[in-house]
């Protein structure tokens, strides 16, 4: 069942407000034309999200999955690090990890599913590639196939301002952040070598991540007090095509019945199917 899915995924991500600190890059240069001001809320700047926060984001999830179905994940950081928090690092390995590798029985063994996920270890590469997610304010020039989105850039002031009636509200400190509102499009994922476990693993974080999406763990990038990062997120079925694909996100069209025929498939067949590979895997850790 596993040759029918493609190395290319999609997740759908839908959110009012994305801060990930200073690492928005944007195409100002090319739409602006030297007058660009990027508080404008005329501008019809696009750009990319890179990948790093989105990464994060979606192994917390994987590794609650795994957590729940009583394993323990890899810890992102290194076992011989000069840890200047050593205590916090302990806590994490207590709380449901394992050392960086210590999964690892021997040079060819893939180890726990994170870390053959993810990689990292003694030069190992992950088997799943994330992506950057380019986005355009104009949602005509969005393409679905390739892991776009419909975003609104703008850069947003942020003032600490005096509370005596004396100084009447003199600004303190001023922050700048950069911010994407009401993205809509998908995050295109690669496995390098496709799974039923890699599969399995990716639709239940995805799960997990809907339903904790308003947990400040799980929250996608910064402003996270202020609404930032809720995320409302979906796996596409990896059964459609491309067609099919494109038709998701087109609001004017719902599904055919073609596609709700895939949705059953995949819910009831296939699935299933991955998930039983998945259980068996975190078993054998």
Known sequence: MIEDIDRDVFVRIQTD??????????????ASNGNYEDDDPQNQIGGIIPAFSLSGWLRHGME????????????????????????VYNRDLDAGYHEKGACLDDDDDDGCVILDLFGGFGNRPGKVMRRP??????????????GQAEGHYR??????????????REPLRNA?????????????????????EFVALLAEAIDFLDEH??????????????????VDCDLVNPLYEEHELRRVFDRGKGKTQKMEE????????????????????????
């Open 133 to 146: 997610i380019q986005f355009s304010p104009v949602r005509s020039s969005v393409d679905y196939t390739r």
């Open 262 to 285: 895939k949705d059953e498939t995949w819910e009831e067949a296939y699935l299933p199917t991955f998930q039983e590979a998945l259980a068996e895997r975190v078993v054998d850790v």
């Open 176 to 196: 700048e952040l950069d911010a994407v509102g009401n993205l809509d499009g998908c995050w295109h994922l690669s496995f390098r070598e496709t799974k039923p």
């Open 155 to 168: 850069r947003i002031n942020r003032n600490v301002v005096s509370r005596n009636e004396e100084d009447n």
């Open 213 to 230: 999406q308003t947990d400040f763990m799980h929250q996608l990038g910064g402003a996270r007090n202020f609404g930032g990062g809720i």
């Open 17 to 30: 407000l994305l801060v990930v600190g200073d690492s928005i890059m944007t195409d100002r240069h090319h």
């Open 64 to 87: 609650k999955v795994i957590q729940e179905r009583g394993g323990t994940a890899c810890h992102p950081g290194e076992p011989n690090a000069n840890f200047r928090k050593d205590g």
